[in-house]
């Protein structure tokens, strides 16, 4: 069966640059989350879309931002790093019912020195 | 907002003795679902169980909402069970998918 799909794997980034991490969805899911696990911590909801359009906003910094496209991939945007933002950053892909369960990638291990 | 707390936060097995790990919460929920993240850090999906009983091979898990708490089984530990198990609740009257993590229970089992 298909899996949600994340790329890259791992990045590295300097402070104050840019990255950019991708998702692509399970196939007819049509809401996409993300969230960030920080070292030793437990996964924590950044954002998510339904249908193209920001359903529900977690604690995102400023400096973060994402979309959701046409072909229902998402992007997250993320800009001025800092050493703190290093972490794994996980996509999420469900249908749009109470109680969905979610299904997870395989994550994006950012590291920013 | 919901807490989730998870018992034990550490534990260590033999191969093949079998464990029960916790999960409480504070408020009703609509979706309940268990992960084993393991070493390289990938979340596995191991139920998604609001309610009732579930099992999968050696793992079975038990949910009542009632009482607000869950249970996952693992019977016959193998070394490849170890990792971080996670709970994950998303709460009744919140937007879909919004879950909330607990810390989870590290399970390191030795051969």
């Known amino acids: 069966a298909a899996g949600v799909i994340q790329s890259p794997r791992h990045l590295i980034k300097e402070k104050r640059e840019t990255a950019t991490l991708k998702c692509y969805p399970i196939p007819r899911h049509d809401t996409v989350y993300w969230y960030q696990q920080g070292p030793g911590q437990d996964p924590q909801f950044l954002i998510s879309f339904y249908e193209k359009m920001q359903s529900d906003k977690g604690s995102i910094p400023d400096r973060f931002s994402a979309q959701q496209f046409s072909d229902y991939h998402s992007e997250l945007n993320m800009s001025s790093l800092e050493l703190g933002d290093s972490a794994l950053y996980f996509c999420?892909?469900?249908?749009?019912?109470?109680?969905?369960?979610?299904?997870f990638g395989n994550g994006t291990r950012l590291t920013v020195t | 907002g919901i807490q989730v707390e998870q018992s034990p936060p550490d534990l260590i097995l033999q191969e093949g003795a079998n464990s029960t790990l916790r999960c409480n919460f504070s408020d009703s929920v609509n979706n309940l679902q268990w992960f084993h993240q393991n070493p390289w850090g990938q979340l596995i999906n191991l139920f998604y169980i609001p309610s009732g009983t579930k099992q999968n091979g050696r793992l079975s898990a038990t949910t009542v909402a009632t009482e607000r708490y869950s249970l996952l089984y693992i019977s016959s530990s193998q070394t490849t069970d170890s990792g971080v198990y996670f709970c994950a609740v998303e709460p009744g009257g919140t937007s879909y998918g919004k879950l909330t993590f607990g810390q989870g229970t590290i399970l390191t089992v030795h051969p």
């Open positions: 999420a892909s469900s249908l749009a019912f109470l109680g969905s369960p979610l299904h």
